[in-house]
T-cell receptor, first 116, second 112 residues
Framework: DSGVTQTPKHLITATGQRVTLRCSPRSGDLSVYWYQQSLDQGLQFLIQYYNGEERAKGNILERFSAQQFPDLHSELNLSSLELGDSALYFC???????????????FGSGTQLSVL | TQLLEQSPQFLSIQEGENLTVYCNSSSVFSSLQWYRQEPGEGPVLLVTVVTGGEVKKLKRLTFQFGDARKDSSLHITAAQPGDTGLYLCAGAPTGTASKLTFGTGTRLQVTL
């Protein structure tokens, strides 16, 4: 158990819909990362938050947004969903405050999103 | 974009065999991490290597960081079915405020 909790574990929805994925980081970790994993693209970094503030952006579409709340949990919002958005979405947390990329990441079990 | 290519993509071996997985890039990394991911779970960090030429051992797993810090290898001795999973390398680019770049992955299956 990594200590990172993601809900829901599975999500099935239709094209054009909007969904919210939730992540609770390990106790004490201030950094939260979101990754997308698909068969053809591998594990792609989407966005990082540190103590409520956006720290870094990766390959995140404009239809996607995220935020980190005062209690440090984070939500990833995916809107106007397309078939190609079907993937595993992982949240990871880290205690590293500097965001240098050397941090040790602890991953949740992921949310499997299926867009039909 | 700094790419990390892993080889082989797939590997199916029998229990007791040895294997090596490679992680290559044309870019220099300040450090490199190896993760193992099992079905239905997120990646789990195995090791971090920082110094060029560094070798780290974790039981039957040996990790090496290339001298130029552009590549890494993972060697498993006497593989066991419990080693089955997706192995991912992840590089931390030089400079600050850069995120880990994950490799393309090597899917290993060890059968009895």
């Amino acid at each position: 158990d990594s200590g990172v909790t993601q809900t829901p574990k599975h999500l099935i929805t239709a094209t054009g819909q909007r969904v919210t994925l939730r992540c609770s980081p390990r106790s004490g970790d201030l950094s939260v990362y979101w990754y997308q994993q698909s068969l053809d693209q591998g594990l792609q970094f989407l966005i990082q938050y540190y103590n409520g503030e956006e720290r870094a952006k990766g390959n995140i579409l404009e239809r996607f947004s995220a935020q980190q709340f005062p209690d440090l949990h984070s939500e990833l919002n995916l809107s106007s969903l397309e078939l190609g958005d079907s993937a595993l979405y992982f949240c990871a947390s880290s205690a590293d405050p500097h965001g240098t990329g050397n941090e040790k990441l602890f991953f949740g079990s992921g949310t499997q999103l299926s867009v039909l | 974009t700094q790419l990390l290519e892993q080889s082989p993509q797939f590997l199916s071996i029998q229990e007791g065999e040895n294997l090596t997985v490679y992680c290559n890039s044309s870019s220099v990394f300040s450090s490199l991490q190896w993760y193992r991911q099992e079905p239905g779970e997120g990646p789990v960090l195995l090791v971090t290597v920082v110094t060029g030429g560094e070798v780290k051992k974790l039981k039957r797993l040996t990790f090496q960081f290339g001298d130029a810090r552009k590549d890494s290898s993972l060697h498993i001795t006497a593989a066991q079915p419990g080693d089955t999973g997706l192995y991912l390398c992840a590089g931390a680019p030089t400079g600050t405020a850069s995120k880990l770049t994950f490799g393309t992955g090597t899917r290993l299956q060890v059968t009895l």
